[in-house]
């Protein structure tokens, strides 16, 4: 698990229900309302389901989830394997890759493995390696702009469980105890939108937009060392253009 994920959850819904706790002197039943959690929330999930079709909200709704596993990819770790293979193929021949393709748990490192063993030109290797790279950079952005769209509508749902509250404040100045639970009613949907917002949708957006960008360099690592093993290139060599990536990650970060 992604133990982030899971303090920054604990850390802000803490926060949060502190605030209200010590606010409100523990009654935390002014602020829990259904008919504002159904008007924001329930709303967001419907111009999702309008804006994108059943099976990409599905595929959204399963992409959350690895918010919570903790990333898997080590590029230091995918370098001294792909290096290892060079040093293999260099030494005994492309064919002597097969023993070792079949301990590589990585599905994206063993097919590109298996194309240079069949024989396959470094050219091609790259095409069809990089074909499958930009699939998957397709679905994992679509996941993405589910959740930033999710962020945008959220509050702007939470406006209109506002602009409801404000009107039947407005029809009701003649009975305070209406006036007061209209505004109240407001102010709660506007508090449920900036939760839903900046607590839960953007955070993951960005958190599988991080993930993407670990995932693609790693791809992009062994697309290279693929086309460098198949292409004989020394084993020094090979090592030296896969460590470029991490010195660009490096920088880009700095």
Do not use: W
Not at 76 to 96: F, P
Not at 127 to 137: F, R, V
Not at 169 to 193: C, E, F, H, N, W
């Amino acid at each position: 698990m992604d133990i982030s994920t899971l303090i920054g959850l604990v850390v802000g819904f803490a926060c949060i229900s502190y605030t209200i706790f010590h606010v409100s002197a523990g009654n935390f039943k002014i602020f829990l309302s259904m008919s504002e959690l159904i008007i924001v929330f329930g709303t967001t999930v419907g111009a999702l389901f309008t804006t994108f079709k059943f099976s990409d909200v599905i595929n959204a709704f399963k992409a959350a989830l690895r918010i919570f596993i903790a990333p898997k990819e080590n590029p230091e770790e995918t370098i001294s394997q792909i290096v290892k293979c060079a040093e293999v193929a260099r030494k005994d021949g492309i064919l002597a890759l097969e023993p070792i393709v079949q301990q590589v748990i990585d599905p994206f490192l063993s097919q590109g493995l298996r194309l240079a063993i069949d024989g396959t030109d470094p050219d091609s290797i790259e095409t069809i390696l990089q074909n499958k790279l930009d699939s998957m950079e397709i679905r994992h952005n679509r996941c993405k702009f589910f959740y930033e769209i999710a962020g945008r509508a959220c509050p702007t749902f939470a406006m209109c469980g506002t602009l409801i509250g404000i009107i039947v404040m407005l029809q009701s100045l003649d009975d305070p105890k209406k006036i007061g639970r209209g505004l109240g009613a407001a102010m709660v949907a506007t508090l449920y939108g900036a939760i839903g917002a900046n607590l839960l949708f953007l955070p993951i957006a960005e958190k599988l937009k991080n993930q993407h960008g670990d995932e693609m360099l790693a791809r992009k690592i062994i697309i290279q060392g693929i086309v460098a093993i198949q292409a004989g290139d020394n084993p020094r060599i090979v090592e030296e253009k896969l460590l470029t990536f991490l010195v660009s990650k490096k920088k880009a970060a700095a």
